[in-house]
């Protein structure tokens, strides 16, 4: 079975641009989680999908959004981009049943520069 | 709010040098408790979920152990392949919720 699959693996924008991530969930998988890894804070939730609509949201600014296709694959939005944003963005499936514990299976990420 | 602290933050290990890495947490509610390995330039890989406290879970030369307010990963006989950065995370709260608390991680490094 396929793993997380996110694109690109880098990325290098400018302050002001805005940049959009994809990620394809496992196969099956319809729940598609985003996560913001820096080395100061670690890794910290940004929101949650689960057929097509946000189940869950972290404490991050509006700038940051996402949406769910029909097919699970996920796209993740920042606009108006900071030098803060700079980070690893984490992409994580799982079947997402109600109440269910099952781990989270994370991509390899999409490393973002802002300059 | 939900809390997670890892310690140490960095570890040095001979190889064969057993030690234990240590995720302490404070949370509401604790549906469960997930150890993950990351290597550089990789995603988090999962190893262990924990959902109560006196559970324990094994996987070759690691150990996960849960009590209410803190988590274990034993490594015993570490292998230099074993360097890596381990993450902890909580799992909290009622309803359908994905949302997980990250510890910092614990980089660890086994030499040969």
């Known amino acids: 079975k396929a793993g997380v699959t996110q694109t690109p693996r880098y990325l290098i924008k400018t302050r002001g641009q805005q940049v959009t991530l994809s990620c394809s969930p496992i196969?099956?998988?319809?729940?598609v989680s985003w996560y913001q890894q820096t080395p100061g804070q670690g890794l910290q939730f940004l929101f949650e999908?689960?057929?097509?609509?946000?189940?869950n949201k972290g404490n991050f600014p509006g700038r940051f959004s996402g949406r769910q296709f029909s097919n699970s694959r996920s796209e993740m939005n920042v606009s108006t981009l900071e030098l803060g944003d700079s980070a690893l963005y984490l992409c994580?499936?799982?079947?997402?049943?109600?109440?269910?514990?099952?781990?989270?299976?994370f991509g390899n990420g999409t490393r973002l520069t802002v300059t | 709010e939900d809390q997670v602290t890892q310690s140490p933050e960095a570890l040095r290990l001979q190889e064969g040098e057993s030690s234990s890495l240590n995720c302490s947490y404070t949370v509401s509610g604790l549906r469960g408790l997930f150890w993950y390995r990351q290597d550089p330039g990789k995603g988090p890989e999962f190893l262990f979920t924990l959902y109560s406290a006196g559970e324990e879970k094994e996987k070759e030369r690691l150990k996960a152990t849960l009590t209410k307010k803190e988590s274990f990963l034993h490594i015993t006989a570490p292998k230099p392949e074993d360097s890596a950065t381990y993450l902890c995370?909580?799992?909290?709260?009622?309803?359908?919720?994905?949302?997980?608390?990250f510890g910092k991680g614990t980089l660890l490094t086994v030499n040969p």
């Open positions: 196969s099956g998988h319809r729940s």
């Open positions: 995370a909580v799992q909290a709260g009622g309803g359908s919720n994905y949302k997980l608390t």
């Open positions: 999908y689960f057929s097509e609509t946000q189940r």
């Open positions: 994580a499936s799982s079947p997402g049943n109600s109440f269910d514990n099952s781990p989270l299976h």
